[in-house]
């Protein structure tokens, strides 16, 4: 009887290890598999955006795909939020959530760096890029857009992003500034999160993408010196609105409630946010 109860006893301690280790992320084989099959039984299978309803969905913090996403949860959805996108895609990586709502460029960068990925053909949203700039500061609003309108005009914004995006990727087209540029009006600094390629990310330890360029073209035809600040996504609105930074340019897109914070330059660009789910 003793004998009994001991193996009953040690089945019972060795059970409890092995939740244990599950629940910690322990990684002998029975924990694993114990983990797997957890993970298996609360995955969805998101196909469309119809399938969103009751999915695990994850997104950058303060983003669009964010704000967006967020109208799912009275639905029954959870939305998982990362500080940054890579973050998000990694948890998906992991069976950690069902999806990943982002911008598309991005989006094409994490799922050509990580097998088993794709996106849905389907968009969930499109979207307009802007720059955006205190609401007291109406001057440096008029100055950026008409400076966008000349760029846009002598074909800089075109050949800015066709650098990064299309068949001239690979600083086939870069912007280089005019011989003789001078900057006599001092600094401007700019507010980003150099994690969003090919808008801003780092290359060493310069931030370099769509926007950094774009920034810099719009700079030296004003005669300022840019000056990019990196931090993160959801403190560039309060960066500028405070004034510890001149104008934020970080794939921003313009919607109603930003705009009750902020004022936006025209638009630079048309994006969309798509859907990253498991092949």
């Known amino acids: 009887m003793k004998k009994i109860l001991s193996i009953v006893l040690t089945a019972a301690m ?3 290890t092995a939740l244990a280790l599950s629940a910690c992320g322990g ?3 029975s924990s694993s598999d114990t983990s797997s099959q957890a ?4 995955t969805k299978t998101v196909a469309s955006i119809d399938d ?3 999915a695990s969905i994850g997104v950058q913090l303060g983003t669009t795909g964010d704000i967006y996403a967020s109208d799912y949860e009275k639905d029954g959805s959870k939305i998982e939020r990362y500080s940054k996108g ?3 895609v990694l948890a998906l990586t992991q069976g950690k959530i069902d999806c990943v709502i982002i911008d598309n460029e991005p989006a094409k960068a994490f799922v050509a760096a990580n097998k088993g990925l794709k996106i849905l053909d389907e968009p969930f949203a499109e979207e307009d890029y802007a720059i955006c700039i205190a609401k007291d500061n109406n001057d440096l609003t008029e100055k950026f857009n008409k400076t966008l309108s ?3 005009e002598d074909g800089t914004v075109e050949s800015i992003t066709k650098n990064f995006i299309g068949d001239d990727t690979k600083g086939k087209s870069p912007y280089e500034t005019p011989q003789g540029t001078e900057y006599p009006n001092g600094e401007l600094h700019m507010a980003t999160n150099a994690a969003f390629e090919p808008y801003e990310y780092k290359e060493g330890n310069e931030i370099v993408g769509i926007d950094a360029m774009m920034a810099k073209a719009i700079c030296d035809k004003l005669g300022y010196k840019l000056v990019i600040d990196d931090m993160e996504f959801d403190s560039i609105i309060t960066a500028v609105q405070s004034g510890k930074a ?3 340019m970080a794939g921003m897109t313009v919607t109603d409630e930003r705009k009750q914070a902020i004022n936006f330059t025209d638009s630079y660009t048309t994006a969309k946010q798509v859907i990253i789910v498991k092949e």
């Open 14 to 16: 060795l059970c409890t």
């Open 27 to 29: 990684s002998s084989s």
């Open 39 to 42: 993970s298996s039984a609360d």
């Open 52 to 54: 969103l309803k009751g």
């Open 86 to 88: 890579a973050d998000a």
């Open 150 to 152: 000349e760029l846009k």
């Open 246 to 248: 001149d104008f934020g």
